[in-house]
C-alpha cells in the first residue's frame, strides 16, 4: 500500500466496542485513535465509496448505526471491516488508519458539510 514503509508506525492494539460504535487503535508511535464506526464506514477506502479518481467519491448517507461484524487482518499491513450494513470492500492500511485518526476533526467536519450541502441525513429513512 502506499505511503507504508519500514518507518510506518502500525497498530499494538485494535478494540472493538459494539456498544459505543468505536473502533480503538493504539499505535507503535504511542498514538491512540477512538474512531466512530460511521466515521470509518463513510470514509471506507473502497472503490464503492471512493470511486475511480477525484471527484468520483459516493456521499454515503443513513450510516449512523452500522456497526462492525469482522475484522480480517490483511498480511501485516491493514485490516477488512465487515460492516453490518453488508459493505466489506475496504481494506484499511495501517498508514490509512492513522491517517484517519489524524485528521477525524477536519474529515468529519468535511463529511457533515458534504451531507448537509446534499440535503442528505447521518439516518437512514
Do not use: C
Not at 510506518?8 to 507503535?28: G, K, M, N, Y
Not at 470514509?43 to 467519491?57: F, K, L, M
Not at 449512523?64 to 469482522?70: A, H, K, P
Amino acid at each position: 500500500m502506499a505511503g507504508l514503509t519500514p518507518d510506518t508506525p502500525w497498530p499494538t492494539e485494535i478494540t472493538l466496542h459494539q456498544a459505543s460504535r468505536r473502533l480503538d487503535v493504539a499505535f507503535s508511535d504511542g498514538q491512540q485513535y477512538q474512531l466512530p464506526i460511521e466515521y470509518l464506514r463513510v470514509y471506507s477506502p473502497s472503490a464503492e465509496v471512493r470511486g475511480h479518481g477525484p471527484g468520483q467519491e459516493t456521499l454515503q448517507t443513513g450510516k449512523r448505526l452500522v456497526g462492525i461484524s469482522e475484522i480480517v487482518p490483511v498480511g501485516n499491513y491493514a485490516v477488512q471491516l465487515h460492516f453490518s450494513d453488508g459493505h466489506n470492500t475496504g481494506i484499511y492500511s495501517w498508514d490509512y488508519l492513522k491517517e484517519l485518526g489524524e485528521n477525524q476533526e477536519e474529515y468529519w467536519a468535511r463529511y457533515l458539510n458534504r451531507l448537509e450541502s446534499a440535503g442528505a441525513s447521518r439516518d437512514t429513512h
